[in-house]
């Protein structure tokens, strides 16, 4: 069955920094999707990436759907306090499945 | 408009004990997640529901595990014969099956604790 694997399962950063955590499928999307789950919260849906090749920025945060589309990344550029949470990507076939999240901590 | 809900939002059992966890998921969605998650951890897959047709059971990790969808609205994952392990929060989401983009809304989650 399909299989979502992220790297890294920890990112710690010092706020300022720049980081990218990536998802990788076994098998081909239709489409991936980000999520962010901050501590003691449920996730939310982040952003949709259908398109080979796409990339989409959202303020301080860029997503790319690979060409093959059989992977994805986040890029955080400046990162924030705000930032602190879990990072889900989540990849579509005929369901959706989730990658075990990269958590992210920031050193203020 | 109303989101995804879930009851009840704490549960407290003894281990052997069977619960019931129930969700509403929005209006409209015909489609319908369970995951687990326990703590610090990622999410697991449990079962996912489909408008009407048979629901991929793939993610259960026992047969102490079981789900329903009435109606193809509100569902109710039970678990029998509790065991500690089971200890984690439950979270149900929704989605629709078309459009452009298909979002999971998530609920607020079930903490699950098995004493």
């Known amino acids: 069955g399909q299989q979502v694997m992220q790297i890294p399962q920890y990112q710690h950063v010092q706020e300022g920094e720049d980081f990218t955590t990536y998802c990788n499928s076994s098998t081909t999307l239709s489409n991936i999707q980000w999520y962010k789950q901050r501590p003691g919260g449920h996730p939310v849906f982040l952003i949709q990436l259908v398109k080979s090749g796409e990339v989409k920025k959202q303020k301080r945060l860029t997503f790319q759907f690979g060409e093959a589309k059989k992977n994805s990344s986040l890029h955080i550029t400046a990162t924030q306090t705000t930032d602190v949470g879990t990072y889900f990507c989540?990849?579509?076939?005929?369901?959706?499945?989730f990658g075990a999240g990269t958590t992210v901590t920031v050193r203020a | 408009g109303a989101g995804v809900s879930q009851s009840p939002s704490n549960k407290v059992t003894e281990k052997g004990k069977d619960v019931e966890l129930r969700c509403d998921p929005i209006s409209g969605h015909t489609a319908l997640y369970w995951y687990r998650q326990s703590l610090g951890q990622g999410l697991e897959f449990l079962i996912y529901f489909q408008g009407n047709s048979a629901p991929d059971k793939s993610g259960l990790p026992s047969d102490r595990f079981s789900a329903e969808r009435t109606g193809g609205s509100v569902s109710t994952l039970t678990i029998q014969r509790t065991q500690q392990e089971d200890s984690a929060v439950y979270l149900c989401?929704?989605?629709?099956?078309?459009?452009?983009?298909?979002?999971?809304?998530f609920g607020p989650g079930t903490r699950l604790t098995v004493t």
């Open positions: 989540a990849g579509h076939d005929y369901k959706l499945s």
């Open positions: 989401a929704s989605s629709t099956s078309s459009g452009t983009t298909i979002e999971q809304y």
